[in-house]
């Protein structure tokens, strides 16, 4: 423990009665969207911290393992990924995550609170660096109607890059946004959705496998991968598939990727994929 | 963000800027050992808690990621381990994994508190369920010394369960301490040393990595996995060799044991084995 007398912000998380913080030295910016609020540290030792109605979403230094494995799993599983909705991700990590693949024609990005992609402009640059990519289209609309009118077999992956089942995103994680979804997907289509901590919310987890499974998805994996700013400092993606498999993937194209990453590679793709005998046990049961 | 005002006990870690907090009911125990403060909280979600020097150890809800990872790789990956040496892991969780093996005739822990191994008798007696089998042995004595003066070529598998490389275990970290680990190893013998945060202090885990290599082992592969309560939520443990590679592990052994885990599997095994891509940066510089 420490004696100094430094500034911290906490997130205590009531769900799971634990907490994360890190040490700050201001408060750079705060206001009160038309959704939510929204504010930004500086950190001593984490970059940037952006901090949504009081919950960590990313700083500078840690971001990169939830951008990249929630875009490039799902994307290296797609057999040639070509039209990718993200549906959230306001601070367009995922999205520049989801450009670096060639294969991809056209990126939507669905998010309803404008604000954060402006603040992300503004201190998250880097995430935001292929937003004036030729491929790159933001909206900044409800993702739940967007879905809900989109042109059926319309897209081959959807990304989920939600806040939490409570306030502006209750809505995406029940089986009827699912549905949605599923009709939009071409026939070999993924979705994929922040799915929490695999150990701190597992039946937050587990509903949402239910979900998809109810909105008629043949196959469901849940990868897990470290996150140090969100609670437990170990999250999850859940990818969902119309009808085939989400174990193989596109290992040649893995390992000869045109781009730089920070987590992921070949192998750390398969770890994800590893599940822990708690989450078999767990998932094996209704 | 959380309006309540529990209580919580939060660890503000210094070196990374960073805490981990958990919401506690009431303060069980606190002592001045010889060695150390240790003190035990009840919390709301993650079961007991043990605090040394204000760093936390272990809680019921989440020590077996730790437990299982600091021995099972290691047990799994030797050929027929029989004679094993816990250099601390005075409160026996990683002691009880141990004897899970058959193959073992022997695992001697080597802790230098007694008090930590009293106190989670009487908190965690779960994790102290095999100390009276009749291949455990537990001495509360000076780990460095005692290694310094073990028979040469005798062991076949070292795991150095410390605190941080800060007071009392600091001894434990350096080339000296390893050459001990070295010689009193057999010829195929492996150590495993808790090597803290990929991320939060990754000069930590390469000075590790070097003085393990200075020391004379042949080969070294640093695990990752999950572990809530430490800095960052992501922790590693790395394995040193005398002779032979660390990639191959009894995988028929590991899918057929007779014993339950919680974390540990086959899969799991070989996901802790990936090494992300800034790891692998990081491992490739000197």
């Known amino acids: ?46 970059g940037k911290l952006m901090v949504i109605d ?30 990718v909705v993200i549906i959230g991700g306001g601070d367009c990590g995922t999205l520049r995550e989801v450009l670096r693949h060639n294969s991809v024609e056209s990126a939507i990005q669905v998010e309803i609170d404008e604000r954060v992609t402006r603040l992300a402009e503004k201190y998250f640059p880097e995430l935001c660096e292929s937003n004036g990519d030729s ?48 009709k939009a997907l071409k026939p070999d289509g993924i979705v994929v959705q922040q799915s929490e901590s695999p150990l701190a919310h597992l039946p937050l987890l587990k509903d949402i496998r239910s979900a998809m499974t109810t909105a008629g998805f043949a196959s469901l994996r849940t990868l897990c991968f470290p996150q140090p700013c969100y609670p ?27 781009f730089a990453t920070q987590y992921y590679n070949l192998d750390t793709h398969k770890a994800a994929l590893a599940q822990p005998e708690f989450l078999k046990r767990a998932f094996a049961q209704p």
Chains 1, 2 share one sequence.
Not at 5 to 15: K, L, N, P, V
Not at 54 to 83: I, Q, W
Not at 234 to 239: F, P, R
Request: glycine letters at 6%.
């Open 1 to 46: 423990m420490s004696n100094d007398t430094s500034t911290w912000f906490t997130e205590q998380h009531d769900y799971s009665g634990s907490s994360i913080g890190f040490r700050v030295t201001q408060r750079l910016h705060s206001e009160q969207s038309p959704f939510q609020l929204i504010e930004i540290y500086d950190t001593t030792d984490w």
């Open 54 to 83: 009081g919950c960590m979403m990313v700083t500078t230094r840690d971001n990169f393992f939830y951008h990249e494995m929630m875009s490039h799993p799902a994307l290296f599983t797609h057999a040639n990924p070509k039209r």
């Open 135 to 182: 491929r790159a289209q933001l909206l900044f609309i409800d993702g739940i109607k967007w879905m809900a009118e989109c042109a059926s077999e319309s897209l081959d992956v959807i990304i989920i890059d939600s806040t939490d089942p409570i306030g502006p995103a209750e809505g995406l994680f029940n089986a009827a946004f699912y549905q949605s979804c599923l």
């Open 232 to 258: 437990s400092g170990w999250w999850s993606a859940t990818l969902a598939r119309k009808r085939g498999d989400l174990d193989k993937f596109r290992e040649n194209d893995a390992v000869t990727k045109s």
